[in-house]
């Protein structure tokens, strides 16, 4: 059994890499070790986790979490939507490009300034709600409100190209015909019921990056 650390943006993806992606890649005989990013730390020792708000915050954990040299890799799933501007690439972004052309660049920057070959750079597309547009049906039997199926249905053949307008992207999208909508309760929920299964044929972006993770294993 080898061991990759994940730097993950907060609690829903945490619960994700334990409870959905995690036991995927025991079957590959990887154990992923999910970190949430830590926003401030005290004198006390105190950590203060969750959100990405600046890219030296990012930098630091991924290099004390490179800094362990029984890992196999580090990882990241971070959203793109609503990088902050100090990361690597977003400065020299291409915006006419495709979603996937864009968030490729912004991998490619931040694994050279990390610059180790361990490191596997992975922005979500465009943030973690897209993966649940894959199944909207299962979105409104969670939040129980009816008709949320049908206004997301459009979304649901090519979740990861959702824009990422301040009033377009995934979250606002679901938010906006599902109120009751709460990430941390309903997100992890959701994407146990779909599973890696259901979301890779239609989430190309996160299954290269599954994909690179499972040959990570020993074999």
């Known amino acids: 059994m080898r061991t990759a650390h994940i730097l993950v943006e907060g609690q829903t993806e945490e619960t994700f890499v334990r409870d959905v992606l995690g036991p995927h890649l025991l079957g590959f005989r990887l154990h992923l070790n999910p970190v949430v990013v830590s926003t401030k730390r005290v004198k006390s020792g105190l950590k203060f986790k969750g959100g990405v708000t600046d890219y030296a915050k990012v930098r630091r954990e991924l290099r004390r979490l490179l800094n362990d040299s029984s890992a196999v890799a580090v990882t990241t799933m971070i959203d793109y939507y609503g990088l902050p501007d100090d990361f690597p690439g977003v400065a020299s972004l291409p915006r006419s490009r495709t979603c996937y052309s864009r968030v490729e660049h912004l991998e490619n920057a931040l694994a050279a300034d990390i610059h180790d070959r361990r490191f596997l750079p992975y922005f ?47 979250a606002a999208r679901l938010f906006a015909v599902a109120p009751r909508y709460r990430k941390a309760v309903h997100g992890p929920l959701i994407a146990g019921r779909i599973g890696l299964s259901g979301m890779r044929p239609r989430c190309p972006h996160l299954d290269v990056w599954v994909s690179r993770l499972e040959s990570l294993g020993p074999g």
């Open 124 to 170: 979500s597309l465009h943030e973690f709600e897209a993966l649940l547009f894959v199944a909207p049906q299962l979105i409104e039997t969670a939040v129980e409100e009816k008709g949320v199926a049908d206004r997301l249905a459009a979304l649901a053949a090519s979740p990861e190209e959702v824009d990422d307008g301040p009033d377009t992207h995934p």
